[in-house]
């Protein structure tokens, strides 16, 4: 009966409406600084999204959103997976597409999984916050936002369901060159779904086990006997050529494919015979050149702690640079530093290696845009101290040993009796859990603050002063109130996008023009068209003021229209 019972009070729970549930879970929190305190789209951020779940917490934003979020398929991979994008912003004031844009990415390299998780909490973050927070409702009527958390899902979908796959795509390629395709790649030969490491016990080898962590292997001395050969990774010789592992799923890089200083493979190891030769890099640059209005990209990587900026190089590498741009570039790349503790800002070509046919010289190049690449996690988030960078340490600390894998006994069919273990394949490059959501947040806040610097046009100082002959002579003044400009020295120097326009409606224009100066009446007369006067850039936190000459008219309407800075526009009577 008591059974019975307590199943009639569980049944009754379980039924009870979902408001009458998230009311009794607001008698049992309350919020935080900073996070929503209870959120719609209830999602997890201590641990990694395969891409079904991806695609679950996407849909989840847009059907709790529809006046924020739409999503949309930009393409198809190889293995005919969607690449979603997000667009989230107030759709109830402008456009989407007429609003400055940043865009964010992650997990182009299959291996580097919490891009992800970084770019689907921007997401969230943004639309949970958008009623709670006065800066975030704000941003969201200025900003336009285009989310893609993986232009990998293929690979993502292998690495969090079998193994260890190479930073491309999948696909396949025949990387040794015996005329088969991904016929050798990882073998997972003790059942764990993880691909570790192979070790075999030989007196002549150059490692022992330490004393004091027999988890860890260190070599031994000059002369010293030793305990072990490390063998590589788990795999056996599936085509029998005497190799291992050397031709697994993919084998390309897709962040070499990009169509900006762009060199072949001979040149630049992982890319393939042309540029965007692959489906995912092409959805992603098909979608992106529908939406001229992006100012700012973010794409996210692993490992190390760093906001890289381009280019990425030396000499013709620079050529899309600048130094206004630089100075756009390193003032917010520097805030970033204060923001992320631990990461610092260099610059690819000189602090790193080269890259030819990058992602971030091609958004910068090719699209005008500015653009940082944030690699994910470092040692210095282990224990916040540079000198202590021991990962055995840390996971025996503060992960009770979860991410080693016991040495386990197996046979192999070449190397007889071997042993299998060591750290799994979520840890050394990836977040631990309890730190995912907070390094998730600084860089959700480093994006939003990018994007917030975007161009913000405000129209002001309106006057309409009478002249002889009937004519009037109609003023105002047009700013920028934020950081970047409306047009990146690159942009201009390519021409990529057209000008700035401020258009006068009413009455008839006889002249338009650029004041140049007030005092001394000095001004640019347009020639053509002076109803609507061309501007070639708007700089960040300057102003230009503007002047047209009319006969007739007594109510005016000014408006700006620009590619990357929005529009706006303002009334007289």
Request: overall charge negative; proline content about 5%.
């Amino acid at each position: 009966m008591k059974n019975i019972f307590s199943f009639i009070i569980l049944t009754s729970f379980l039924l009870l409406p979902a408001s009458v549930l998230n009311a009794q879970n607001e008698e049992l929190f309350f919020g935080a600084a900073g996070s929503p305190a209870n959120p719609k789209v209830v999602a997890t951020w201590n641990k990694y999204y395969t891409y079904a779940g991806v695609i679950d917490l996407c849909k989840k934003l847009a059907k709790a959103y529809p006046d924020l979020v739409t999503m949309e398929s930009a393409g198809k991979s190889y293995q005919g997976r969607d690449i979603i994008v997000l667009t989230i912003t107030d759709k109830k004031v402008q456009s989407p597409d007429t609003k400055p844009g940043f865009w964010i990415d992650g997990n182009i390299h299959s291996i580097e999984l919490q891009g992800t998780e970084m770019a689907l909490y921007t997401a969230w973050y943004l639309c949970e916050m958008y009623t709670q927070n006065a800066f975030i409702k704000q941003l969201l009527k200025d900003k336009t936002f285009y989310i893609s958390p993986t232009i990998n899902p293929d690979a993502r979908e292998y690495f969090t369901s079998v193994g260890v796959p190479p930073r491309s795509g999948l696909v396949p390629r025949d990387n040794d060159r015996d005329g088969l395709i991904d016929e050798d790649g990882y073998d997972d030969l003790n059942n764990d779904k993880n691909i570790s490491q192979m070790r075999r016990k030989n007196p002549n080898g150059e490692y022992k086990s330490d004393p004091k962590d027999p988890r860890r292997m260190i070599r031994v001395e000059p002369g010293e006997k030793g305990e072990y050969e490390l063998l590589g990774y788990e795999g056996i010789d599936n085509d029998g050529d005497g190799l291992i592992n050397e031709d697994g799923p993919g084998g390309y890089d897709g962040n070499r494919d990009w169509g900006f200083n762009w060199e072949p493979n001979y040149v630049q190891n992982g890319a393939d015979k042309y540029p965007f030769s692959f489906p995912e890099n092409q959805a992603i640059r098909d979608f992106t050149l529908k939406h001229r209005n992006i100012t700012g990209a973010q794409s996210f990587h692993n490992s190390g702690g760093l906001i890289l900026r381009g280019p990425s190089i030396k000499g013709g590498g620079a050529e899309a640079y600048s130094r206004s741009d630089d100075e756009v570039i390193n003032t917010i790349g520097k805030k970033g530093e204060e923001m992320i503790p631990g990461y610092k800002l260099v610059t690819i070509w000189k602090d790193m290696y080269t890259v030819y046919g990058g992602e971030l010289d091609w958004w910068h190049g090719e699209m005008g845009c500015f653009v940082w690449s944030n690699e994910l996690w470092n040692s210095y988030l282990m224990f916040y101290d540079t000198t202590n960078t021991d990962p055995y340490e840390f996971d025996k600390l503060l992960l009770f040993e979860d991410a080693f894998i016991p040495w386990q006994k197996v046979t192999h069919p070449v190397y007889g009796e071997i042993e299998v273990g060591g750290f799994s394949k979520n840890f050394g490059r990836l977040h631990p859990g309890f730190l995912l959501e907070s390094d998730a947040h600084r860089n959700a806040a480093f994006c939003i603050y990018n994007a917030y610097q975007s161009p913000k046009l405000e129209i002001s100082d309106i006057k309409v002063k009478k002249l002889p002959g009937g004519l009037k002579e109609v003023s105002a003044t047009i700013e920028n109130k934020r950081m970047i400009p409306t047009h990146s020295a690159s942009n201009m120097k390519f021409k990529i996008d057209p000008p700035d326009y401020v258009y006068l409606d009413g009455g008839n224009v006889i002249a338009g023009m650029i004041v140049l100066n007030k005092d001394m009446n000095i001004n640019q007369e347009q020639k053509k068209n002076p109803q609507r006067i061309s501007i070639l850039n708007i700089a960040g936190y300057q102003r230009v003021d503007l002047k047209w000459i009319v006969k007739d008219g007594n109510k005016f309407t000014i408006r700006a229209e620009s590619v990357k800075g929005g529009r706006t526009s303002a009334q007289l009577e």
